[in-house]
């Protein structure tokens, strides 16, 4: 991917999981960052995010869970994303990630986690950063 | 107030996806302000502990145990293959029939649960007759 080009990025709710708070301030604040935002809205499953990604042409997935479902979901997403030979989207994780999980999300081929309490320049600056990261 | 009332009420309102965005709007807004310190969070932007301190509470999780799933998915296909597959489907018909209606659907509800109906039973037969609600998408 060229330099300078403008990413997008697929902000998705997975499951039963209904706190879509931050989900939707995220989504606001990458916006006004001038990234690409589309939001997929509550209660998808990984195969309805993995395509929508794909559909959409997204650089980056932002999943934001908080219901605790994330190592499942996570691993489901990053297989589909195998399987549909789009290993390029990266997967990024927000929400109530316990340390532990964090790098348990990496090791399973999670690109970042920003867990509760990240500052949200952390967050700007990742997906502002020359898009170069490939798993 | 006034602004809900010119599109036509609550329900219109939350339709169009109104209030769902003045929330979102509102948690953009307190998000901002806390990182700003113009909002104070006392533990959060104010007043936190030192790192050292945190250091020191150790927390322990509980981990479930993964076989937990698979015994309860025996389970259910358990129930599924001892109840009474004719009853289940008539209350189920007879659920949607009611809720099409104008009758109160809770008598029926309690007898199709006491049927060993599922909740995904249940919804989906209720589904059929009301729709599910597609929020608007906006960021």
Redesign the interface.
């Known amino acids: 991917m060229n330099e300078g080009r403008k990413i997008r990025v697929l902000?998705a709710k997975a499951g039963l999981d209904g706190h879509?708070?931050?989900a939707?301030?995220i989504?606001?604040?990458l916006?006004d960052a001038g990234i690409e935002?589309i939001?997929?809205?509550?209660h998808q499953t990984p195969e309805q995010i993995v395509n929508t990604a794909i559909q959409e042409d997204v650089n980056v997935i932002g999943l934001s869970i908080l219901s605790g479902a994330h190592m499942g979901i996570s691993g489901k997403i990053l297989k589909l994303l195998k399987e549909n030979k789009a290993q390029d989207i990266l997967l990024v994780i927000g929400g109530t990630i316990?340390d532990?999980d964090i790098a348990r999300l990496k090791d399973m081929g999670v690109a970042e986690v920003f867990p509760m309490?990240t500052?949200?320049?952390k967050i700007v600056s990742f997906f502002s950063a020359p898009y170069d990261r490939k798993m | 107030m006034g602004k809900i009332d010119e599109m036509g009420g609550a329900v219109k309102a939350i339709e169009e996806g109104f209030m769902q965005e003045a929330?979102?709007?509102e948690?953009?807004r307190a998000?901002?302000q806390e990182?700003s310190g113009e909002r104070v969070v006392v533990g959060?932007n104010k007043f936190t502990a030192e790192d050292e301190e945190k250091e020191k509470r150790e927390?322990r999780?509980h981990e479930a145990d993964p076989l937990v799933r698979q015994r309860q998915i025996d389970r259910l296909n358990q129930v599924r293959n001892e109840r009474d597959e004719n009853a289940v489907r008539d209350c189920l018909n007879e659920l949607k029939e009611k809720a099409r209606g104008k009758e109160n659907v809770m008598p029926c509800l309690i007898k199709t649960v006491r049927t060993y109906a599922s909740i995904e039973e249940i919804m989906e037969a209720l589904k059929e007759v009301f729709g599910t609600f597609?929020?608007p998408?906006r960021?």
């Open positions: 902000v879509d708070r931050g939707k301030a989504a606001r604040l916006r935002v939001y997929t809205g509550l316990i532990r309490g500052d949200i320049d | 929330i979102a709007d948690a953009y998000m901002r990182k959060v927390m999780f597609k929020e998408l960021i």
